[in-house]
């Protein structure tokens, strides 16, 4: 018997970079949380306190502010896989880079009255909108011409509530079963959702990754709004699903959705109608679905999820 | 020499009320958290354990249910200042109620072509809108003809930027100063503000509480957008102004600014330009600028502030 | 009618300043959030945008980071005094600078049989107690021989529970009210409480500051844990009235309590007792109860309370 | 090719459970989060909304509740694999229930001369220890006979601090490095880190839960107090072997442990000397770094780690 390193990792996480776009006088702004880690043969760190093959993590901060300027943020996703490919060129005992990014978006402010519109709002002054988070996990393995591409998009903490159009009965039921079946409640969640892309190769060319994100988005919400549902589960898989459909790169896509509690209130004491009115909305505890939806014939994820928090 | 009670409240904090009206298909919602609080002669209960003037918190907490029904919620002020008024009428012993409302906002989820314009989405299903909230601080005095009502309308967490028109310099300089002066900087703040209507009167028909609250954002943000900045001094007070300049009945306004510092990165250390392009956008610490802005014949605030956050 | 400035004040929030006595191989840490605050005539930077009399953030700041060395933290309250005094004299049109500080207090971690008692523990290596969090708040008006120093000390999230000796009864009631009463119950709150120094004086040589801060904090504590509590109302009172009686110095004291609700679990639906055993711990709503105790011959307070949060 | 659903689980999370202890004067109490997920064949639910297979996450909600006082909680790890077992047994279509429980710690508050140590301290009157959040993840798959458990004891933020006795050299380097070597300085992290428990049966007699979890975390302080540290890496395996070498029950234990950067301030601008004094401790972007140490013959994990943060 002896005691041996496992699996490990390390890198620079959050690393806040703001890029802003100036060549013209109407800016843009891309808001970044960056993360990175190595993963590899780095064992004499660990067991004999030496770093010769260590890119310290101050480095790896320095390479993704640089990247930000170097190669730009056309997309969360294309910064990621270009900054991933460095770090592992720069690190040769590493064998995989994971780079994960959220996204802050920002909108132009309206300043007139034609100005509400897609193409209006101030040149270089932003609101926050404040709503869903964007993130990708990007994976890098291999160099050169061996290099394998993992990439996931998502976003978390978007927000959606029905106030009709939903039940929950027919369940089973035990000795600690006190719930009562609905044939109408509210239905909300704090979605966070991840999706594979079937092949790194949609970023040469192809796809437009902000226009692929805001696709997905309509989807899910259309979806979310549009369907009767039986249970949160059963909106998830039809989200997913319908994601998958209507997106032929999507391999997969994984869920993870607190069912956030509205209880109604009991008004009847005070001699008053609750129809369906007046809820508390409840913090915790909070159901907890969580699933995924896959083509049968999806390639092989590889290290795509390895280390990422699909489920919570 | 003798050890006294000095002055006191009590209520209940953050009740969660959802409201959702449903009187047709096409349902509409009102998200708060609900604070209340009593000032008065509650000397017994602190002194002699006796808690027969004292109205429990618990319900407080059924009442702000109960009028989300019995009175509804037009707009958070008229909400709170029912509330506030009954809490009154329903303990003898206290002088002054105050309600504290914070409102989330929902859109309508956008479900087909036509559905991105004012009258489009959804019918039943909502995404949270989730920039800043709007808050209501609702303060009452006294019972039937004497009653005295101040009212508090606000945001928290509005947060902007403007990726230039922005400078700093000509500052005080001591033997502990090493800024830079510089004549282009970004600025960005998460703005809290409270502005107090002149008279409670405003409720009496006349001021539609949504429509102002719309009004009062659009000013504060296109003042921000479009004024040339040479401190954020300045920006406050500008937007202050341009606040009361446009609403007749707006007495004051309160600003709470945190400075979010973004710091250019050094990229010359790797051979790269960075002429206002890249930032590290830095958590703390931040400056923190606060003001008010107000007209000088401005009617008494009476109990307005008190025990308010105007100022973090 | 005019449009006016009216107060105002900025300064650097939350400089996390780390001070490490390092003069023996025993070290001795003292971990700081550190806001400074001015306030005066800054009118011009307002209404010109001329920051001539503008000692910037940034200069308060490295303040606030200097004086830790040339001062050092002997205890927050007087390293307080010295940087709100040096601030005022570093901005001629400030007539009041107010400094606030959090402390986060680290235990020595314990490395031996012997090493458990108070003079044992490692000699650098340290581990962060992560109970409270110590305060202080210190207004400094004037210059040289008139000026006047107001001293605030505090706690935040004292987090204390009575699993008995707490009841709630006798209240009163109207037709919201659905509460029954109780002659037991699970008494708990997150504790804030800040008190107020009858003279600057007493960091003139005579009070130990940390010192006090153990004295006042095991009062409290013990308090709260021997005194019945008909009321958090009446807990509160006996845990001021306790500090005054014991602390000749202390003028006044100010809390604000978080009702932390312990709902008892409905279980005989399972056919099992529940006698005061099995509770939810409640996030929200709770009850907020705040209350100040003082001398009726305490000392004016001037500014000390200017701008800050006694109660919620 | 054809859209299925993947992987799933769902069930209640964050359950607030706290059990008092009073079948003597001296009460003892037991604050868990208790969170509750099953795993199994639930497709029907996802794809045709028929719920005859689901156990409603109220029904385990109940069930947490109901076992704090039917099974007790003589240990975190105990009481999750009863309430395993049972949720297992009452959803015949799942074949896995995953048992989270966070516990928070509370002190018997000190009050009186000799109450100071190990026996002392008040009856029923607590003050929460605040540190470090201990933690488990137990895993039950199959029933009866071929019940399979497995367990994993951790801990959340365990913040620790060396002063001294820590370097960072000897680096790989690129071209965009321009970290300094540096043979002192502080080293300071927010500690997660969880075990596995060699066999089930370790719960069967043999192991005391608590007092293996208070030994663990002593090896764990004293390792990263004495041992010198060339990096955070080195530190990490250090405190992972000696865990290992002195609880033959462990198999493995995993790390999680930001890098809490205090940065040196420059106070040469100053004329002021800082050799290791002052520091401004840094919030983001931090150095991330994860490992596991395990034994070569360790027995298989099973579905111990499935969808569980070992790793951020």
Redesign the interface.
């Known amino acids: 018997?002896?005691?041996?390193?496992?699996?490990?990792?390390?890198?620079?996480?959050?690393?806040?970079?703001?890029?802003?776009?100036?060549d013209t006088g109407r800016?843009t702004?891309r808001?970044l949380n960056v993360?990175t880690?190595l993963r590899g043969d780095?064992a004499r760190?660990?067991?004999?306190?030496?770093?010769?093959?260590?890119?310290?993590?101050?480095?790896q901060?320095?390479?993704a502010?640089?990247y930000?300027?170097?190669v730009g943020i056309a997309s969360p996703e294309e910064y990621a896989v270009a900054l991933g490919t460095r770090l592992l060129e720069?690190?040769p005992r590493a064998t995989g880079a994971q780079v994960r990014v959220e996204e802050y978006a920002?909108d132009r402010?309206?300043?007139g009255e034609d100005d509400q519109g897609d193409g209006g709002g101030?040149d270089?002054?932003?609101?926050?909108?404040?709503?869903?988070v964007r993130t990708c996990v990007v994976t890098v393995e291999g160099r050169g011409d061996g290099r394998e591409v993992q990439v996931l998009s998502g976003m978390e903490d978007?927000?959606?509530?029905?106030?009709?159009?939903s039940e929950?009965?027919?369940?089973?039921?035990?000795?600690?079963?006190?719930?009562e079946e609905t044939t109408d409640r509210?239905l909300a969640t704090s979605l966070t959702a991840r999706w594979r892309w079937a092949g790194a190769h949609v970023l040469d060319g192809g796809t437009d990754m902000d226009a692929g994100y805001a696709s997905v988005r309509?989807t899910l919400?259309?979806t979310?709004?549009?369907t009767y549902?039986?249970?949160l589960?059963?909106t998830?898989?039809a989200m997913?699903?319908a994601v998958?459909?209507t997106h032929q790169q999507i391999a997969?896509i994984?869920f993870s959705a607190?069912?956030k509690h509205?209880v109604l209130?009991d008004?009847e004491?005070?001699g008053?109608?609750?129809?369906?009115?007046?809820?508390?909305?409840?913090?915790?505890?909070?159901?907890?679905?969580?699933?995924?939806?896959?083509?049968?014939?999806a390639p092989d994820a590889g290290s795509a999820w390895t280390?990422v928090?699909?489920?919570?």
Chains 1, 2, 3, 4 share one sequence.
Not at 273 to 297: C, H, K, M, Q, T
């Open positions: 018997m002896a005691i041996v390193l496992g699996s490990n990792r390390y890198g620079k996480a959050e690393n806040r970079v703001v890029r802003i776009y100036r800016h702004i808001d993360s880690a780095f760190a660990h067991t004999d306190g030496d770093q010769a093959d260590v890119l310290p993590t101050d480095t901060k320095n390479t502010f640089a930000a300027k170097e720069a690190a920002w402010i309206p300043v101030h270089h002054s932003f609101v926050r909108r404040g709503t869903e978007l927000v959606v509530l029905k106030s009709t159009g929950f009965r027919g369940f089973l039921k035990d000795r600690y079963t006190t719930l509210v309509q919400l259309s979310f709004a549009t549902s039986r249970a589960q059963e998830l898989y997913g699903r998958l459909e997969e994984r607190p069912n509205h209130y008004l004491r005070f008053l109608d609750n129809d369906g009115e007046v809820f508390l909305a409840d913090d915790r505890p909070y159901g907890l679905i969580e699933a995924s939806v896959l083509r049968d014939d280390d928090r699909a489920f919570l």
